[in-house]
């Protein structure tokens, strides 16, 4: 299975190289849409994500679940209506603010499986790869408007556009892959497109990109401005 047929099927990457770009830990944030359970002996809880990689995670556990390092267990991830299910050992058990965390090593029955959970780390590498670029190296051309611009792993990249009287926010520009999300004044919704093309998306791949889009922001690195996520977040909620 994968949560991603259409927009990030990665042909052009071989898994290794996959593996290999994905290998650092990169922190998972509040809001994160996919939902986490964790089944360890009989306990069944769900749990939160602190970090994911492309072999593992940490995870927050509820007060009343208790862990052992080496102990078996499965972990699903559920985003929508398909549910990954993979086998999982606990490697390391910690304290996060008070609370109950472990760190997860996965196993992988097939390279399907492993696609599928790699398409969910992708997001969240996406996002922690957003750097804020000198304001001197971006060229300004809307009169009126003042852009901003973020830049991550190539082609992520994050513009917004402010008014230069209130420096709210009238635009933004968001691309994810090989697609764009886009917003201004006035539109009643998103823009979704395929970048350099004019071709309208399929209902399916429109599907897609907004779960695509709902994945990458919750996970914003702090170098994007605070309202500027805070006015990504109010577009996913809406």
């Known amino acids: ?53 492309c072999n593992g995670a940490s995870a927050e556990l509820p007060p009343a679940h208790t862990v052992r390092r080496g102990q078996d267990g499965q972990i699903s991830f559920t985003l929508g209506e398909d549910t990954l299910t993979l086998p999982c050992r606990v490697a390391n058990v910690r304290q996060i603010r008070g609370r109950p965390a472990c760190g997860l090593e996965f196993e992988f029955a097939d390279t399907s499986k492993e696609e599928a959970y790699l398409q969910l780390v992708e997001p969240v590498a996406l996002a922690s790869s957003l750097e804020f670029i000198n304001p001197a190296k971006v ?82 690195p702090k170098s994007v401005a605070p309202d500027v996520r805070e006015f990504l977040k109010q577009q996913v909620a809406a």
């Open 1 to 53: 299975m994968r949560f991603f047929s259409r927009i990030l099927t990665s042909a052009h990457e071989s898994l290794a190289k996959r593996e290999k770009r994905l290998s650092s830990r990169y922190p998972v944030g509040d809001n994160y849409p996919v939902r986490v359970t964790l089944r360890l002996d009989a306990q069944r809880r769900d749990v939160r994500l602190i970090d994911v990689s």
């Open 139 to 220: 060229e300004q051309s809307v009169p009126g408007l003042r852009l901003e611009q973020y830049e991550g792993t190539a082609p992520t990249r994050l513009r917004v556009w402010r008014s230069l009287a209130e420096k709210e926010i009238s635009a933004f520009e968001f691309q994810l892959s090989d697609y764009l999300v886009r917003w201004s004044d006035g539109m009643p919704e998103l823009e979704l497109i395929r970048s350099g093309s004019s071709r309208a998306l399929s209902e399916a791949q429109r599907n897609e990109l907004i779960w695509l889009f709902y994945l990458t922001v919750p996970n914003l």
